[in-house]
C-alpha cells in the first residue's frame, strides 16, 4: 500500500517501527512525507531517532501547521 503521507501521533518505540511505517510514503519512485508528532518531553527520543536514520528533521510551529490545513481544506484539498 502507497501512502501520500504518514503521521505519527504516537512517538514510536524504536526507530525500526519509525522507518517501516515512513516507509509506506515514497514508494515506486513516488513522493511522500511523515509528520512526527510530539511533546517537549520527548525532544531527547526524537534527536536519536534522527541520529539512527541519518537525516535531520524539519521542525514545524503547531500553529503554522494548523493553518496549512485550513488553508489546504479550504481549497478542497488542491495542490498549491
Same mark, same amino acid.
Given at each position: 500500500?502507497?501512502?501520500? #503521507? *504518514? ?22 519512485? &513516488? &513522493?511522500? $512525507? ?5 511533546? #517537549? ?5 526524537? &534527536? ?6 541519518? $537525516?535531520?528533521?524539519?521542525? *514545524? ?12 481544506? $479550504?481549497?478542497?484539498? &488542491? #495542490?498549491?
Amino acid at each position: 500500500m502507497l501512502c501520500v #503521507q *504518514v503521521i505519527h501521533y504516537e512517538l514510536p518505540n524504536n526507530t525500526e517501527t519509525f522507518v517501516h511505517r515512513t516507509g509506506r510514503t515514497g514508494r515506486a519512485g &513516488k &513522493k511522500g $512525507s511523515a509528520i512526527l508528532i510530539h511533546g #517537549q518531553d520527548q525532544t531527547r527520543a526524537v &534527536k536519536m531517532i534522527e541520529k539512527e536514520v541519518g $537525516s535531520r528533521f524539519n521542525e *514545524v510551529n503547531i500553529f503554522l501547521y494548523h493553518l496549512c490545513i485550513f488553508c489546504m481544506n $479550504s481549497l478542497g484539498n &488542491k #495542490q498549491f
